[in-house]
């Protein structure tokens, strides 16, 4: 019973800790950058980005064949040392992505320092 007990007890200390799906992403003064938003929409939140990046910059390779990502831009924030950079792509205007990856920096970088997120 007690062994029964404990194994319920740390399963809700697990899950209790991992943040909701919905929470992943870039938050912007308590409101989360989510597909479908405008890059005004992205502006207001966030401000402008430390780096905007086209899809010529950005390529992929599959195959042996390198090709641009599916977007128009990457807009990239950096927030400093000690948090994750983040990375939101859009296309046609909207955005389409949004992810994390790497910590931040001081200070300014060229678009090309920046690796693109994995």
Avoid: H
Wanted: charged content about 25%; proline content about 8%.
């Amino acid at each position: 019973m007690i062994q029964r007990f404990s194994v319920v007890l740390l399963f809700l200390l697990v899950f209790s800790t991992v943040p909701p799906v919905s929470a992943s992403g870039v938050n912007c003064q308590g409101r989360w950058v989510s597909k479908g938003m405008s890059k005004k929409e992205v502006t207001e939140l966030c401000g402008e980005p430390a780096c905007v990046r086209r899809p010529k910059d950005v390529l992929v390779e599959k195959g042996g064949i390198y090709f641009p990502l599916a977007m128009d831009e990457e807009w990239i924030y950096n927030p400093g040392p000690g948090r994750f950079v983040e990375y939101i792509r859009f296309y046609q205007g909207e955005v389409v992505d949004v992810r994390s990856d790497g910590f931040g920096w001081n200070g300014d970088k060229d678009c090309e320092e920046i690796p693109p997120p994995q």
